[in-house]
């Protein structure tokens, strides 16, 4: 059994600053991609960084987010700076982990942690 638990969302006010952490834990041998989603209100769920051979972001946080990992830990962060309005959604943690020796990599998700930024 794999879980993925997020923690450090909250209500933070325009140009404030939120750190997420995702821990994985359970059957975990080795984990590939590590990346946030995040989904508003009546949105899609879009990719906001991803952590895997290279490090990619979503072009609205670009400069802003920074996505890194403690593979020691099999934690994934997300430092989120100059927030702004539309930075308001549920963030979501997805991983591919490797649950057995044998076995492929499956993709895992968290449950979520809201982020609300506003004045």
């Known amino acids: 059994q794999v879980r993925l638990v997020e923690s450090g969302g909250g209500l933070v006010q325009p140009g404030g600053s939120l750190r997420l952490s995702c821990e994985a834990s359970g059957s975990v041998i080795s984990i590939s991609t590590m990346a946030w989603y995040r989904q508003a209100p009546g949105k899609e769920r879009e990719l906001v960084a991803s952590s895997g051979g290279s490090t990619n972001y979503a072009d609205s946080v670009k400069g802003r987010f920074t996505i890194s990992r403690d593979d020691a830990k099999n934690t994934v962060y997300l430092q989120m700076n100059t927030l702004k309005a539309e930075d308001t959604a549920i963030y979501y943690c997805?991983?591919?982990?490797?649950?057995?020796?044998?076995?492929?990599?499956?993709?895992?998700w968290g449950q979520g942690t809201q982020v609300t930024v506003s004045s």
């Open positions: 997805n991983a591919l982990i490797k649950p057995y020796v044998s076995s492929s990599y499956f993709s895992y």
